[in-house]
């Protein structure tokens, strides 16, 4: 396999960070990498702040864990314990230290305006190669989506028709998780028509 495939092959999830600042130039090399991602009609319908700031992130930090225990109260009222005993196993939990942890987070938002030109796919594309760009430079993340995510356009002083996807936190691991995942193989995910 190539340096490409191992890479996708190696990322692992990350939700504990060191302190350490990021080398000079690398949050721009991860954002350029989701720039070369393919977009609908070639729009790149899509808004990235970069947030480094610890204030801001302390902000971002207690509106998100507001919505995710308002998020689990509701799971457990309407009885969704498959889902719950789901979570308990992963040990996620409402708090959410990296938010505070990571050096930078990257919130990346959707351009609604170019909604009928696949703008969330698109998005979601440039998400992928930033996630694998982050891991190609030695850096952890992980894909945090809360629900709902607009307390972000607020706090960040984003126009609503940015549409907030994903807050990937930018750091290193404080452990390189390198344990082999669950992955389904080709043959299970596959149909052929030949």
């Known amino acids: 396999m190539g340096c490409c495939y191992e890479v996708m092959k190696q990322r692992r999830t990350t939700r504990r960070y ?20 393919p977009s609908g009609s070639n729009k790149s319908p ?9 204030e801001v992130k302390k902000r971002i930090r207690e509106e998100a864990e507001a919505v995710e225990r308002e998020f689990y109260r509701k799971k ?38 170019w909604s ?6 698109s998005t979601w594309l440039t998400i992928a190669y930033m996630i694998l760009a982050a891991e190609q430079e030695g850096l952890g993340t992980v894909t945090y989506t809360p629900e709902p995510k607009t307390f972000l356009n607020t706090i960040l002083g984003i126009e609503e028709h940015y549409r907030p996807q994903v807050i990937l936190p930018l750091g290193f691991p404080q452990v390189r ?18």
């Open 76 to 113: 457990r009222a309407v009885g969704e314990k498959e889902f719950l005993d789901w979570v308990q196993k992963k040990d996620i939990r409402v708090t959410k230290p990296f938010l505070t942890e990571a050096p930078v987070l990257l919130v990346v938002f959707e351009d609604s305006r």
């Open 18 to 37: 060191k302190r350490d600042p990021l080398p000079d130039g690398v949050v721009e090399r991860i954002i350029q990498a989701g720039i070369y991602a």
């Open 116 to 121: 009928d030109r696949h703008s969330l796919e």
């Open 177 to 194: 998780n390198r344990k082999v995942g669950n992955r389904p193989s080709v043959e299970e995910r596959t149909t052929y028509f030949a």
């Open 46 to 54: 899509y808004l990235v702040a970069v947030v480094s700031d610890f």
